[in-house]
T-cell receptor, first 113, second 113 residues
Framework: GNSVTQMEGPVTLSEEAFLTINCTYT??????LFWYVQYPGEGLQLLLK?????DKGSNKGFEATYRKETTSFHLEKGSVQVSDSAVYFC????????????FGAGTTVTVRA | NAGVTQTPKFQVLKTGQSMTLQCAQD?????MYWYRQDPGMGLRLIYY???????DKGEVPNGYNVSRLNKREFSLRLESAAPSQTSVYFC????????????FGPGTRLTVT
């Protein structure tokens, strides 16, 4: 079956620090990969996505590269801000059965001023 | 555009009571979903509706029923609430196709005592 494994949190950083959240997946075929972000008290919103191997998704200073050889989609940001404090979810969508997203457990990130 | 709206925002039920969570989207999306979010477990799919007139079980359907009332509305019913159903419930919608993005509502926090 399809599954996503994320690094466990919580993660606490100082402003301007480098952030990495590891994500690995198990899937048949060639899934699409996503990072969703959930700010306090809100629903999830799409942060970035990648649909094929070696694609790089980017948004709001965040990046993630689809690595088929290591089945990974790690999220990175070079300099975090307090406003980046949120829960981050890695997710996948099977390419030919596209109604179901499989989510990781989520990683809580807190950025201190 | 309101996007995806959910009612109510909060609810407290006693064991055995029933209730319906309402969800509506104004983006003319074909597909709609209900998830539950529990600490350390990410989001798990309860039911989904790939298109108007169809519904299918997700990962954790037991204890729930759904109705796709029309293209805009997708409700989730708990017939006899149990403490194990204490959770945050999210509705989402998507256009479908590949790749796709799901748009989430703000959530309903349900407590069953």
């Amino acid at each position: 079956g399809n599954s996503v494994t994320q690094m466990e949190g919580p993660v606490t950083l100082s402003e301007e620090a480098f952030l990495t959240i590891n994500c690995t997946y198990t899937a048949t075929g060639y899934p699409s990969l996503f990072w969703y972000v959930q700010y306090p008290g809100e629903g999830l919103q799409l942060l970035l996505k990648a649909t094929k191997a070696d694609d790089k998704g980017s948004n709001k200073g965040f990046e993630a590269t689809y690595r088929k050889e290591t089945t990974s989609f790690h999220l990175e940001k070079g300099s975090v801000q307090v406003s980046d404090s949120a829960v981050y979810f890695c997710a996948l969508s099977p390419r030919f059965n596209d109604y179901k997203l499989s989510f990781g457990a989520g990683t809580t990130v807190t950025v201190r001023a | 555009n309101a996007g995806v709206t959910q009612t109510p925002k909060f609810q407290v039920l006693k064991t055995g009571q029933s209730m319906t969570l309402q969800c509506a989207q104004d983006m003319n999306h074909n597909s709609m979903y209900w998830y539950r979010q529990d600490p350390g477990m990410g989001l798990r799919l309860i039911y989904y509706s790939a298109s108007e007139g169809t519904t299918d079980k997700g990962e954790v359907p037991n204890g729930y029923n759904v109705s796709r009332l029309n293209k805009r509305e997708f409700s989730l019913r708990l017939e006899s609430a149990a403490p194990s159903q204490t959770s945050v419930y999210f509705c989402a919608s998507s256009e479908g196709g590949d790749p796709y993005e799901q748009y989430f509502g703000p959530g309903t926090r349900l407590t069953v005592t």
